[in-house]
């Protein structure tokens, strides 16, 4: 094709006073931005290629860089913006889809920041955390309605449970779609938090293994490297019914990022593209999904809880109350800003309903249908901070899913590049110069200090509002109140409005 | 959704072990020595032993703001039950007492009849016509409800409520007392304490911050909250775990006021898996926040604290009596030497029974 | 004695340590005056090949040869302190200790100066640069004994 009609997205600019010439920035983008002229001796870039990962930025000793939005401006219009002019520019020229990468950027209400928290003044005292015992210890699984004895006064034993120190989990990200020091991180901070993180569909690579009581190994349509060992291999299991970054389709992994050692954990011949089917193709409805729990429970002796992680859609209540009869023992579900490696653009910004809404309305329905006692309820997409935890509890989740923010931890700079397998961070890529990027030590460390930073928050939140346990936050929802928020929005989750 | 109603207040009980009755001069004594604890807006007492000629009926206290709801709630009653006997509650005029609605008692059998058809316990039977009459008819509240025992409960000073009741003229083996002091007026008398359900009365100081989610899950499991009050939401806990649960007493308490998990990984390994288990299961049941509460039946009392000890209960025992009260000042003003006084430490029940009790509480 | 060793399976090749060894080195500490307007040649010294580098410096031997080959006493072992320590005002620019370090951590001046330039440990600082500014924790400064993981 001709000439191109896409303009750089990103501008950088060297500050020519403090550059000097030490090329670092170059060594380290994958994307070829920046490059050193001889002749000129000097460092130059080439916008056009920059993603704005703030890989140069960062490293740059003399602070000589920073990266601007590109300031070309379209005619001002606020239908046809820059954005949805430069998507037409790229599909007419590739007549592909649009692709992208992490979570639903668009300014859609984001109902966490519309939702207060309540503290104790007089009528009850507020608990100190740093002076008083304040519990944070979670159970996921299914459990009965009641507790009975036997002659000898011993409970009947539990199904088995998930024991969380902290209701925080590192949501599925499979080895293929991030390097095997990004998965390296998250198991070791999993393991020294007393908490999971999740495999996501991409099987488990053997080094990992030793890491079994903080892992959750996850069974996808695709079923890639699914096998006894490995559904052994975890605390739980949890089949991915969707996403909430691409309801309705299947992981999709491009063959570049299907190297040697992907290849090997997922069972699949170098170099091809991994996509999972849109559905499992022995799940065409509710019953069938009994099966594949029964099937995965048989397999594993009964000895491991079975989550069902499904994306957050219009219907969501009423098929969360479906996995629940059907046997699963935590429903796990994904808000529609829910981050991905790899989602068609659109789909990713118009498809599912926001996590705050759908989690009430399966609390509440899983409560009227008297199931919510017997099963766990995990959410995530997107949990931001520890404040939006304490308020998805007080909706009603045991537990929370994160994922952006665990990457985050770990050096992503929401480039949303991660579908290229160029991450400059080592985190979503297979490039071996690329992963030894990420330090498992280090990304551990960071890992660790988040968990903890957010569990000393989530204290001082509960010791406000005079609460030491955090099975009483659970369903609390008189300790919220709405702003900004119209009554039908009041309903859906349930809270009185602020001064109510 | 009404707002919840928050209060502080003082408490006070007394049971004879023997089971011997006497009148209700000594709780009046007690409770009214904690006048500051209370602000005028609610007192009340339960006596259990009162009824000994009608034993073997439902003593139905009632509140009607109106002839219509007692003549609408007269034919529920007749529909449902046999009534042995109905008659206004004797009250004398009290200076500090005004605007006392219409307060009736009926002694009443589930109707044979209709409690076949209804595939219910005579227990449960009688429980789902409370709920319907208290939820269904305006201008109307049963706020007594067990065999042997009344509650007497209104708006006032709680020892200016025991003399509108004329208590010294009643004998009880057990008295269970309660001044309040809401932090906002809604002036109902159904409102004050006792709160109860059946033989279960229960009065309670404090604010329980973990209510949203107690209530949330009781009501899933088929109560409904009409009053906004913590002691509503803890009768209908320990109902559901003593009464429909049948959970071992001291399995209650642990739900109600779980130990820590410190305390817990410290336990011998047994008792670790029973407290464990419970945690896991009941987490729900936690009351969170500040409270000491008196739990009546007709076997005795269990006092109760929060698990953190965030308001007083004192407990004091001679040979004849068991005592318990928000301050050691309310015991020692009726029984100014006892055997033994102490304070149970947070989390730690005191279970105070009849001598005689034959199959304990459950 | 406490050594910067490398972890080559963390190294990046960014060569930032060069530029914190320089600006270690310069009479400004400044990274940008320090590489603008001062000649300093870094001690540090980045081997790469086909997906691997790692940074090597002097490695402060025990009984070193450059000291023992140093015809002018400009290289010294500190008894105390354990480093091999240069004087450049002593030093005549003969070379022989480049020829004789094993580990080929000696480099020549890159401004064309009679002296050369090798690792002293930062011990004007107290902490090696590179290791401390190393963003992946591929050179870590710690005892020798470890050496062996």
């Known amino acids: 094709m001709s000439l191109s009609l896409k303009n750089p997205e990103f501008l950088i600019e060297r500050n020519y006073d403090r550059c000097i010439n030490c090329q670092v920035c170059e060594r380290q983008c994958a994307n070829d931005s920046h490059y050193y002229d001889e002749e000129m001796d000097k460092m130059l870039s080439k916008d056009e290629n920059c993603v704005n990962c703030q890989r140069c930025v960062t490293l740059c000793p003399a602070n000589a860089l920073s990266i601007r939005q590109y300031p070309l401006e379209y005619r001002k219009n606020s239908n046809w913006t820059g954005e949805m002019i430069n998507n037409i520019y790229k599909q007419a020229e590739s007549g592909g889809v649009l692709l992208t990468g992490m979570g639903n950027p668009t300014p859609k209400k984001i109902y966490w920041d519309h939702i207060l928290l309540n503290a104790s003044q007089v009528t009850n005292p507020s608990i100190d955390p740093l002076r008083e015992p304040m519990e944070l210890k979670t159970f996921l699984g299914r459990k009965p309605g009641k507790l009975e004895f036997d002659e000898n006064g011993n409970p009947f034993p539990l199904p088995p449970q998930l024991e969380l120190d902290t209701p925080i989990m590192f949501s599925a990200m499979s080895f293929g779609s991030i390097s095997i020091n990004a998965c390296r991180s998250l198991a070791r901070a999993a393991t020294a938090s007393g908490i999971m993180y999740n495999t996501g569909e991409g099987g488990l690579h053997q080094d990992l293994y030793q890491y079994k009581e903080n892992t959750i190994v996850q069974v996808a349509s695709g079923r890639f490297g699914v096998h006894q060992e490995y559904l052994e291999a975890g605390a739980a299991i949890e089949i991915k019914i969707g996403q909430g970054a691409k309801p309705g389709i299947g992981g999709h992994l491009p063959g570049e990022k299907v190297g040697d050692e992907v290849s090997r954990t997922r069972m699949i011949p170098l170099g091809t593209d991994a996509l999972s089917p849109a559905p499992h193709h022995d799940i065409y409805s509710i019953e069938d999904l009994r099966q594949l729990i029964y099937a995965l429970k048989e397999a594993t002796d009964y000895t491991k809880p079975v989550s069902v992680k499904i994306s957050a859609v219009h219907n969501v209540a009423a098929i969360a109350t479906g996995i629940a009869t059907a046997g699963a023992d935590i429903i796990s579900i994904d808000g529609y800003r829910g981050g991905t490696g790899a989602a068609p653009t659109l789909i990713r910004d118009n498809v599912g309903i926001p996590i705050e809404l759908a989690l009430a309305a399966v609390d509440e329905r899983l409560r009227r249908e008297g199931l919510r006692d017997q099963v766990s309820l995990v959410i995530g997409g997107t949990i931001r901070n520890s404040a939006d935890i304490v308020k998805a509890i007080a909706l009603g989740a045991d537990t929370v899913y994160i994922a952006s923010a665990a990457l985050i931890a770990m050096g992503c700079h929401m480039c949303q590049k991660c579908y290229t397998g160029k991450c400059n961070w080592g985190i979503a890529t297979q490039q071996p110069d690329l992963v030894k990027r990420l330090n498992p030590e280090i990304g551990e460390e960071r890992l660790k200090n988040l968990i903890r930073g957010w569990s000393l928050e989530i204290k001082e939140m509960l010791g406000g509002m005079g609460i030491n346990a955090i099975e009483s936050l659970r369903g609390n929802r008189l300790m919220l109140r709405g702003i900004d928020l119209n009554e039908r929005e009041l309903a859906v989750l349930g809270i009185k409005h602020a001064g109510e | ?362 | ?149």
Request: aromatic letters at 10%.
């Open chain 3, 1 to 149: 004695m406490k050594k910067v060793f490398a972890r080559e399976e963390y190294c990046l090749g960014c060569k930032l340590c060069e530029v914190y060894c320089v600006t270690s080195h310069s009479r400004s500490k400044d990274v940008v005056k320090a590489h603008k307007s001062e000649e300093i040649t870094p001690a540090v010294i980045i081997e790469s090949g086909e997906n691997l580098s790692f940074a090597l410096q002097c490695r402060h031997c025990d009984d070193a040869p450059c000291v023992r080959a140093c015809i002018t006493g400009a290289m010294q072992k500190d008894p105390e302190t354990g480093i091999v320590k240069y004087d450049e005002n002593k030093c005549v620019g003969c070379w022989t200790c480049i020829m004789t370090c094993p580990y080929g951590a000696v480099k020549r001046d890159e401004y064309n100066r009679n002296i050369i330039s090798k690792c002293d440990l930062c011990s004007e600082t107290g902490e090696p640069a590179c290791a401390a500014n190393c963003p992946n924790n591929a050179l870590v400064y710690k005892e020798q004994e470890e050496e062996g993981e």
């Open chain 2, 1 to 362: 959704m009404d707002d919840k109603i928050m209060s502080g207040c003082g408490l006070s009980g007394i049971l004879n072990k023997k089971g011997k009755r006497f009148s209700g001069k000594d709780i009046i004594q007690s409770i009214a020595l904690m006048h500051d604890r209370s602000n005028g807006l609610g007192g009340g007492f339960a006596a259990y032993g009162i009824y000994p000629e009608h034993k073997e009926y439902y003593a139905l206290h009632l509140f009607y703001d109106h002839q219509k709801a007692r003549n609408k709630v007269e034919n529920t009653l007749e529909k449902y039950f046999s009534i042995k006997q109905r008659e206004e509650i004797p009250t004398r005029k009290v200076k500090n007492i005004s605007n006392q609605p219409l307060i009736w008692r009926y002694f009443v059998k589930p109707d044979p009849n209709q409690l076949e058809s209804r595939e219910l316990t005579e227990e449960e039977y009688v429980v789902e016509q409370v709920m319907n009459v208290n939820e269904n008819i305006a201008g109307a509240y049963i706020f007594s409800s067990g065999k042997n025992m009344g509650v007497f409960k209104g708006v006032g000073y709680p020892e200016d409520i025991a003399d509108f009741f004329m208590l010294e003229d009643y004998e009880a083996y057990l008295w269970t007392a309660h001044g309040r002091f809401p932090t906002n007026t809604p002036g109902w008398w159904g409102g004050a304490h006792p709160f109860t359900l059946l033989d279960w009365s229960i009065v309670h100081n404090g604010e329980i911050s973990s209510y949203g989610a107690n209530k949330r899950y009781i009501e899933m499991h088929g109560y409904k909250c009409t009053m906004m009050t913590d002691t509503e939401v803890i009768t209908y806990l320990f109902d559901l775990l003593i009464r429909k649960h049948k959970l071992p007493i001291e399995a209650v308490i642990q739900a109600i006021a779980s130990p820590l998990w410190s305390e817990i990984e410290r336990m011998e390994p047994q008792a670790q898996n029973i407290a464990k288990t419970i945690r896991t299961v009941y987490g729900s049941c936690l009351l969170n926040g500040p409270f000491s509460i008196i739990l009546g039946h007709s076997q005795g009392f269990i006092a109760l604290n929060d698990r953190i000890k965030l308001r007083p209960l004192v407990v004091a025992e001679d040979e004849e009596r068991m005592y318990v009260a928000s301050e050691e000042s309310a015991i020692r003003e009726v029984c100014p030497e006892p055997d033994k006084i102490w304070t149970p430490r947070g989390g730690e029940a005191v279970i105070a029974q009849l001598e005689n009790a034959g199959k304990g509480v459950v």
